[in-house]
């Protein structure tokens, strides 16, 4: 006899991708924040750190206010959170600014009430039964969660990577394309397979950089992805 696992008993809540994202209220070291306040203007990464004044999540910080004019060109808010306290963070925040000359441009978020870890599945008790983990969402202008990562306490984001997802998934929207593996700004996409046998029989004829009926790229003009 197969034991079965109770999905809905002691596990975290995960929201999926193109699920509306878990709408909260909270406070920030840059005053209240409501998420679906983003919703029809902005797309959304929000980024959880284990617990301030800590080497990894500092640099993880450091990184992001290093991209954060990128992403500001991507109209992206930027939002960190743990359960550490509005006090704490502003505390680390000038520590930071103190030790490493940086400045952080975006707010954090205060999650003593655990209910952003609730709503997003932040803490997975086999990896830390009070710190939330590297968990990190990405959410579009219309308040859909597109992609989503989660890290172990001890591995360190790359945040470039996070700016890359964000692009890619933008220029899918804007051109109705696919990003190849490690694609970035310049290099050319994937063109959606046909659907029919008659489409599949002109697809060679059409253009594009195909090696089979399947697989074709194309380049976007220039200033396709600004």
């Known amino acids: 006899m197969t034991n079965s696992i109770d999905v809905n008993a002691d596990f975290p809540r995960i929201p999926r991708i193109n699920e509306p994202a878990p709408d909260f209220e909270a406070n920030s ?11 029809g203007k902005k797309w959304v990464v929000l980024f ?6 800590t080497p990894v999540c500092t640099t993880e910080f450091i990184g992001f206010a290093k991209y954060a004019k990128d992403f500001e060109k991507l109209n992206v808010q930027l939002l960190g959170v743990s359960e550490d306290s509005n006090f704490s963070h502003l ?12 400045s952080i441009p975006f707010p954090v978020i205060d999650d003593r009430a655990g209910q952003v870890a609730a709503k997003f599945g932040l803490i997975h008790p086999n990896e830390s039964q009070t710190a939330t983990v590297r968990a990190l969402f990405i959410i579009d202008d219309q308040g859909l969660i597109r992609a989503f990562i989660y890290y172990p306490l001890t591995t360190g984001r790359s945040v470039e990577e996070v700016l890359r997802v964000v692009e890619a998934l933008q220029v899918a929207d804007k051109h109705k394309v696919a990003t190849p593996e490690g694609w970035k700004k ?3 996409v994937i063109v959606p397979a046909p659907a029919t046998q008659a489409a599949a029989e002109i697809r060679h004829t059409e253009g594009y950089d195909t090696v089979d009926w399947y697989f074709s790229k194309k380049s976007l003009p220039v200033d396709a992805v600004d």
């Open 186 to 188: 310049g290099d050319k």
């Open 48 to 53: 959880a750190h284990p617990a301030d004044f």
């Open 29 to 39: 070291t840059q005053g209240p924040i409501k998420l679906s306040s983003y919703t």
């Open 91 to 102: 505390a680390w925040i000038d520590n930071i600014k103190q030790n490493f000359d940086v």
